[in-house]
């Protein structure tokens, strides 16, 4: 951050990690499981490392028929169901945002939107399963919105490991989404990159 930046500036990049409190509880569940478990420490590195920076860290997730759960009780339902060690593994913290979706999108129908714009954001760092499909929804959504895109080829997990790579590809080439792998991205960078872009933006 530099000198032109005063600590009160909200960092305006945010990590979403999407539906891995998850009950894995449907016919492809076991391919999903077997696909996700090594991406598991990778966002939480990730994860952690963003946290260091103050980038805000925003779970979005589906409720899984669990109308009436809440973040605390929806953590506790998937954690006793059969992906139970992956969902322990990326628990949200009590200081990280939950926002619970009805469909694919994150930004369908939820907060999500108002909540970007209430924290500043330029820059999303889309991590989470599935890949194909409500990773890649939200990143369409989000580049309709205008965010600039990092979606981490080794943070996202599939059924198929070929669907994963043919939806990481759509987002490189058609999203302009970033999708080196965690270890590769330079965080500091990137919030100086979006402080950069949101100077643009006001004037």
């Known amino acids: ?18 539906d891995v409190i998850n009950d894995f509880n449907f016919p492809e569940a076991p391919l999903l499981l077997k696909t996700s478990a090594p991406i598991a420490d990778k966002i939480l590195d990730l994860k952690k490392r963003a946290k260091k920076e103050g980038i805000p860290i925003i779970y979005i997730n589906d409720n899984f028929g669990q109308w009436q759960s809440d973040k605390q009780k929806l953590v506790e339902y998937c954690s006793t169901q ?11 913290d009590e200081d990280d945002f939950f926002v619970i979706k009805p469909k694919h999108s994150g930004f369908f129908s939820t907060p999500l939107s108002p909540l970007l714009n209430d924290l500043e954001i330029q820059t999303l760092i889309i991590c989470g399963v599935a890949g194909n499909i409500c990773v890649l929804f939200t990143a369409n959504d989000a580049y309709m919105r205008g965010f600039t895109l990092y979606a981490p080829s080794d943070c996202s997990a ?9 939806a990481l590809i ?11 792998p965690s270890d590769e991205l330079d965080l500091k960078a990137i919030i100086q990159q979006a402080f950069d872009n949101k100077q643009k933006t006001i004037y």
């Open 1 to 18: 951050m530099t000198s032109k930046q005063k600590k009160k500036d909200k960092i305006p990049v945010a990590m979403l990690i999407i």
């Open 82 to 92: 059969a992906g139970s060690e992956f969902v322990i593994t990326l628990k949200p």
């Open 158 to 166: 599939s059924n198929i490991e070929e669907d994963n790579e043919r």
């Open 170 to 180: 759509l987002m490189e080439k058609t999203l302009n989404a970033d999708i080196s």
